[in-house]
């Protein structure tokens, strides 16, 4: 696998949940970060995940709303989003990172491997 395929994106109204799923076959030592893309918009870090799947970030703008998940052996990485907004449309990405930090109980991840970017897996929420 040359780089993780992102799936589960589609149309949903404000208040609704979709959960992203993101095959990692081949990066499963990796962190593994979502990130997303509006038009017009640069793309902007969503979450991220440690290897092991016991530390989690989530930015600002998603934080008690999306939940990373990872079952390294179903070589998944998961984003559940719940209470979507319009503005959390876009095209979704996950890519495994170079690496990630623990700053006390603080974890924040690095960025991407590389700079090839997949498909992704466009999330729409609209009324």
């Known amino acids: 696998q040359v780089q993780p395929a992102e799936s589960g994106g589609g149309l949903v109204q404000p208040g609704g949940s979709l959960r992203l799923s993101c095959a990692i076959s081949?990066?499963?030592?990796?962190?593994i970060g979502w990130f997303r893309q509006a038009p017009g918009k640069e793309r902007e870090d969503v979450s991220c995940?440690?290897?092991?799947?016991?530390?989690?970030f989530y930015s600002g703008s998603v934080k008690g709303r999306f939940t990373i998940s990872r079952d390294n052996g179903e070589k998944t990485v998961y984003l559940q989003m719940d209470n979507l907004r319009p503005d959390d449309s876009g095209t979704y990405y996950c890519?495994?990172?170079?690496?990630?930090?623990?700053?006390?109980?603080?974890?924040?991840?690095?960025?991407?491997?590389?700079?090839?970017w997949g498909q992704g897996t466009q999330v729409t929420v609209s009324s």
């Open positions: 890519k495994p990172l170079s690496g990630d930090t623990y700053l006390g109980n603080s974890y924040s991840c690095r960025g991407p491997i590389d700079d090839h």
């Open positions: 081949g990066f499963e030592a990796y962190a």
């Open positions: 995940i440690s290897s092991t799947g016991q530390q989690t």
